[in-house]
């Protein structure tokens, strides 16, 4: 189910009120100058309308390294062991 667009200003007089109906199913769509801003949906139709699935793959790997706190030793550690290695050189990291 679905309305006409609502203005942002007359959206936030009727916050409650809007709230009420978007969690009886209805999906609200608020503009700002005539265009479209934003859309208020039940939380079911969010999470199966367009949800971003958590990132896999190397996007996993980089979000999980930004909060390793350690990071900049264990990679200082690596580097220093790869140095010292025989089989093969270290890298050269400008």
Known sequence: MSSEPIGVA????????LFDRVRDG????????????????????????GARAAPTGFAALAGTLADWDELDTVVEEVLSSRSRARDRPGPELG
């Not at 007359?10 to 009120?17: G, L, T, V, Y």
């Open 10 to 17: 007359d959206a936030k007089r009727r916050f409650s009120e």
């Open 26 to 49: 209805e999906r609200i769509v608020i503009s700002r100058r005539g265009r479209a801003a934003a859309v208020l949906v039940p939380p079911d139709d969010g999470e199966s309308a």
